[in-house]
């Protein structure tokens, strides 16, 4: 069954207006979680690492203030994209560290439209 | 330039064996990995391989490492229409709990 859940599963919203993404884990206490971002006919690109109780780390051109990430508890981690542009609408996915295997377990990712 | 490169796509006949080829950039990768992914879904791990490896079968999947040459293969036997989606090869260069670098993923097409 599913490890990592994501809300919502699609968005449409205005320009200008912010959205936010839920993110959590359903069976593991994870401390680290990944925040990715794909466009269409692109791979995934990592954009930061959500840390529980601390801030998170952006990854090289990624807007810290326009992609705002909490993790305030250990299974739920939020991405809410401010101030939303038609740029900004991509497929978002989650991920958090697998407790056992050296890998990772992903979300069902959210579709961000911006019109 | 990418750190992932992989085809875009691979058309094979029902019943043959598809093999999806994926080239990295960094000899410090320490996993590799391959994830599947349908239309409207999330990513699906299909296998990893550790970078000390230069093989690992898992049923119909074998995966091949030829780290010398930074090569790595996802071989798929007797290929079915389910086996019809978008490959990613993935690897991990970064010790601890680190983010993924992708590929641009393959698009697998099953010709009945």
């Known amino acids: 069954g599913a490890v990592v859940s994501q809300h919502p599963s699609w968005v449409i919203c205005k320009s200008g207006t912010s959205v936010k993404i839920e993110c959590r884990s359903l069976d593991f206490q994870a401390t680290t979680m990944f925040w990715y971002r794909q466009f269409p006919k692109q791979s995934l690109m990592l954009m930061a690492t959500s840390n529980e109780g601390s801030k998170a780390t952006y990854e090289q051109g990624v807007e810290k203030d326009k992609f705002l990430i909490n993790h305030a508890s250990l299974t739920l981690s939020t991405l809410t994209v401010t101030s939303a542009h038609p740029e900004d609408s991509s497929f978002y996915i989650c991920?958090?560290?697998?407790?056992?295997?050296?890998?990772?377990?992903f979300g069902p990712g959210t579709r961000l439209t911006v019109l | 330039g990418e750190d992932v490169e992989q085809s875009l796509f691979l058309s094979v006949r029902e019943g043959d064996s598809s093999v999806i080829n994926c080239t990295y950039t960094?000899?410090?990768?320490?996993?590799l990995y391959w994830y599947k992914q349908e239309p409207g879904a999330g990513l699906q791990l299909l296998t990893y391989?550790?970078?000390?490896?230069d093989m690992k079968q898992d049923q119909r999947l074998t995966v091949l490492l030829n780290k010398k040459d930074k090569h790595l293969s996802l071989r798929i036997a007797d290929t079915q229409t389910g086996d019809s989606a978008i490959y990613f090869c993935?690897?991990?260069?970064?010790?601890?709990?680190?983010?993924?670098?992708f590929g641009k993923g393959t698009h697998l097409i099953i010709q009945p």
């Open positions: 991920s958090h560290p697998a407790p056992r295997e050296d890998t990772q377990y």
């Open positions: 993935a690897e991990r260069t970064r010790g601890g709990a680190d983010g993924l670098t």
């Open positions: 960094d000899s410090s990768s320490t996993y």
């Open positions: 391989i550790f970078s000390n490896m």
